[in-house]
């Protein structure tokens, strides 16, 4: 079979494409010998590692709106508003104690160190802990917090991991971008995607978001407070990614494009996957 080098990118929902990206290259007959995950990269490339992915596939596919909403276990605290348990408890249900050395294919996965500004890398311990970690997006889920560390999301500094890769020579490596060029960026996507993140604070008076800027027509676009925080996010993300895929040339990179979802619509699921597929299809066509 031929062997591949997996690495999943952090973006959310988004992430969920890493599930038709990987359907495939099962498919075409590729043989994953290793996975390196960052974020929602982490979980999928995690769930794949531990023989689940068709358990979580099917989980995420029986998720509606408000069953999205109802694995949020609000916190409010200084660092975050989201304490980010609850969904490893559900996903623990069906996928088991998992211990990372005791995975039959190497998995790693990559959380961010802001006490000491340094990657982390999760090889070994229990996996549910290194996860939770790797998508603690900062100022949404509250950081884990250790004596030794405060660790957040591992796209604040490494959002597409092709650096830990252990390169084999009969193997390729595939890597997917989850921030990828948009299909489109319009005055009403940029409105509809503030409106959209916001819709899941209604519980929290103190956040609850009051000034989203109405749909106008002709209107000059106006970006919120949050609109700005979050492109300026993005932006960092975008020029992180470019340098690092010029530096760890993948043998195939998928693109992802990044407004195919918002953070949290993981309810897309069906959609979200068969967007994976048809990017795998497109990079290995190209």
């Given at each position: 079979m031929k062997k591949v080098h997996l690495v999943l990118g952090s973006g959310g929902a988004r992430g969920m494409a890493h599930i038709g990206v990987i359907e495939m290259l099962q498919q075409d007959g590729y043989e994953i010998v290793e996975v390196v995950g960052c974020s929602m990269g982490a979980v999928v490339g995690a769930m794949y590692c531990?023989?689940?992915?068709?358990?979580?596939?099917?989980?995420?596919?029986?998720?509606?709106?408000?069953?999205?909403?109802?694995?949020f276990d609000f916190t409010l605290t200084k660092q975050g508003f989201v304490k980010g348990e609850k969904v490893f408890v559900k996903i623990q249900e069906f996928a088991g104690e998992q211990c990372i050395?005791?995975?039959?294919?190497?998995?790693?996965?990559?959380?961010t160190d802001m006490l000491h500004k340094k990657e982390v890398y999760f090889t070994s311990g229990n996996i549910y802990k290194a996860l939770r970690a790797s998508i603690a997006i900062p100022g949404v889920f509250t950081p884990v917090i250790t004596e030794e560390s405060v660790l957040v999301d591992g796209g604040v500094l490494n959002p597409l991991p092709l650096n830990l890769i252990h390169k084999q020579d009969d193997?390729?490596?595939v890597a997917v971008n989850l921030n990828g060029t948009p299909i489109k960026h319009t005055k009403q996507v940029i409105r509809e995607?503030?409106?959209?993140?916001?819709?899941?604070?209604p519980k929290l008076p103190t956040l609850v978001k009051k000034d989203i800027?109405?749909?106008?027509?002709?209107?000059?676009?106006?970006?919120?407070?949050?609109?700005?925080?979050?492109?300026?996010?993005?932006?960092?993300?975008?020029?992180?990614?470019?340098?690092?895929?010029?530096?760890?040339?993948?043998?195939?990179?998928?693109?992802?494009?990044?407004?195919?979802?918002?953070?949290?619509?993981?309810?897309?699921?069906?959609?979200?996957?068969?967007?994976?597929?048809?990017?795998?299809?497109?990079?290995?066509?190209?």
């Open positions: 531990t023989g689940n992915l068709q358990k979580y596939t099917q989980w995420l596919l029986s998720l509606t709106k408000s069953g999205v909403f109802s694995l050395e005791n995975l039959k294919i190497p998995f790693v996965a990559v959380a193997a390729i490596v995607e503030s409106a959209n993140y916001w819709e899941w604070l800027v109405e749909k106008e027509k002709n209107e000059i676009i106006k970006l919120s407070l949050f609109d700005l925080l979050n492109s300026s996010y993005d932006c960092t993300l975008d020029r992180l990614t470019e340098i690092i895929i010029n530096q760890y040339q993948p043998d195939i990179l998928i693109e992802i494009p990044r407004n195919i979802c918002n953070t949290f619509e993981f309810y897309k699921a069906a959609e979200v996957i068969e967007i994976g597929r048809e990017a795998y299809k497109k990079a290995i066509a190209d």
